[in-house]
């Protein structure tokens, strides 16, 4: 496994020293964009150029793409240069099912990793995830592989030793999307598997990356049910005319 860029180390930095000093330069180091908030199915190019605008514009240094599938989308080559042209770092999550498929509509640059989640619960996935990281791997681009820290430890390490007998660039440990982080008994065991995992990664600054994704990742998970549950607010108490339509 490669070492961890200096140029995204540096980065990170900057952004702890400014959020620690509250400067304005100070942001959040990643960034969470799901891309079927930009994309669209039947569509080749971006909808949002606005929203495109104020992720190129964000002094976040990591632009993680996620959300279902991002590689299901015609656009998501187009949105990826978009974005690693404006100097970020890009990390594309996929389960890897049609990074073989697809792989050819992007350019292997040092600021893109492609995220393979590593998973071994559905027949086929795993082996397809496989060919797509080997192809990925030939075509010069950089990969990271993604383990689930909900894994059982023995099948995380598995997972890790085969990352490593693949020569991915980096790997991280962290919850499921959408998993929820309460405070009690599970959760509370779930954090302690995760460092006890986290420590087979091998390097500490993967590990440490690891523990930044997962914050970026509940903070997105947080502000995403927030949003929802005021939504949910404001139509419960909006009123209705007498005709009964409802006014905004």
Known sequence: MKRFPLRLTADLALTSVGQKLRLAQGGSPIQFVDAAEILHHDSGHPASHERIREINSSRSPVVWIGGI???????IAHLVRAITQTGHFVFLE???????????EFQPVSRLFLTIGLERLRPGVFELAT?????????????CARVHA?????????LVKFAHANDVDGIVITKANGESSSANQDAEALRQKTAEARKLIGSRWWESFSRIVELALSAQRSAARNTAESGDRLEQESPTDEAGVRIA
């Open 150 to 158: 909900r894994t059982e430890l023995g099948e995380a390490a598995e």
């Open 131 to 143: 060919e797509g990281m080997r192809a990925a791997r030939l075509s010069g681009f950089l990969i």
């Open 94 to 104: 996929t389960d890897g099912t049609l990074l073989r498929r697809r792989i050819h």
């Open 69 to 75: 599938e991002p590689l299901r989308h015609p656009g």
